[in-house]
C-alpha cells in the first residue's frame, strides 16, 4: 500500500503561484509514476501533469508552459508548481500513484489516490 498526502493549495489571486506537495509513504517511491490530477465543481476528475522515476514528464495542454512537475525520490515527494494561475484552474488537486514506469495521463491507470488539496484562484 502507498499512502499519498498532498498539501500546499489556498486561496491565490489570478497570476499567481502556488507550489502543491505530495508525500508518499508506506512502499519505496522508487519505480512509481506519479500524477496530478484535478477536478473543478460539477466536472469530472481531469489529467493536469505526471512524472516518471525516470524524470519523463507530461502535461495537458490547458497547463503546459505554466505548471511544473518535479519529484524529489530521496524525500518520497512530489511537487507541481502552478505559475500564472487562472480562475479555471480552480479545483480540488489529487496526486495519483501509479506502478510501473510507463507515464500515463489516464486516470483508471493508477492504483493509488490521495485526498486531495483545494486551489482556489480568484479573478
Known amino acids: 500500500q502507498v499512502q499519498l498526502v498532498e498539501s500546499g493549495g489556498g486561496l491565490v489571486q489570478a497570476g499567481g503561484s502556488l507550489r502543491l506537495s505530495c508525500a508518499a509513504s508506506?512502499?519505496?517511491?522508487?519505480?512509481?509514476?506519479m500524477g496530478w490530477f484535478r477536478q473543478a465543481p460539477g466536472k469530472e476528475r481531469e489529467f493536469v501533469a505526471a512524472?516518471?522515476?525516470?524524470?519523463?514528464?507530461t502535461y495537458s495542454d490547458p497547463v503546459k508552459g505554466r505548471f511544473t512537475v518535479s519529484r524529489d525520490n530521496v524525500k518520497n515527494t512530489m511537487y507541481l508548481l502552478m505559475n500564472s494561475l487562472e480562475p479555471e484552474d480552480t479545483a480540488v488537486y489529487y496526486c495519483?500513484?501509479?506502478?510501473?514506469?510507463?507515464?500515463?495521463?489516464?486516470?483508471?491507470?493508477?492504483?493509488?489516490w490521495g485526498q486531495g488539496t483545494r486551489v482556489t484562484v480568484s479573478s
Open positions: 508506506g512502499r519505496t517511491f522508487s519505480g512509481y509514476t
Open positions: 495519483a500513484a501509479k506502478i510501473g514506469g510507463v507515464i500515463s495521463r489516464t486516470l483508471h491507470e493508477y492504483d493509488y
Open positions: 512524472g516518471s522515476w525516470s524524470g519523463v514528464t
